[in-house]
């Protein structure tokens, strides 16, 4: 949902593409996949094998065939938590500032760090 001051709502969020995330809320609970795409304007994220929708198309130039097609849509921030690579297990997570002054995040179950994906 866009808001009329987007830009002055924006969070910053943990959770970037590449990311293993594990689905705690709604119809693909405890799901575990990967990130696709992160939608900071409306707090969701995309996630692979997660909230599969179909979709009907007609026949164009692109697709002549036209038929059904599956895609994953976004589903809201809050309803995925983060995988501690280390243990496998979904946890908080927290920012550390380090002294060269870069942050690193911690899982909070653990205490790993859990490194920004390539």
């Not at 689905?23 to 409306?42: F, K, M, S």
Request: overall charge positive.
């Amino acid at each position: 949902m866009k808001h009329k001051n987007a830009a002055a709502r924006q969070r910053k969020h943990q959770i970037v593409k590449g990311d293993r995330v594990k689905v705690i809320r709604g119809n693909d609970r405890d799901v575990e996949g990967t990130v696709l795409q992160v939608l900071t304007d409306e707090d969701r994220v995309v996630v692979e094998g997660v909230n599969m929708r179909k979709r009907h198309q007609r026949p164009s130039q692109a697709n002549p065939d036209g038929g059904i097609v599956t895609f994953e849509a976004p589903i809201h921030i809050s309803n995925v938590m983060l995988v501690d690579p280390a243990s496998g297990e979904a946890s908080r997570v927290r920012v550390r500032l380090e002294e060269d002054g870069t942050k690193e995040r911690i899982a909070v179950k653990s205490g790993n760090p859990i490194p920004k994906p390539q």
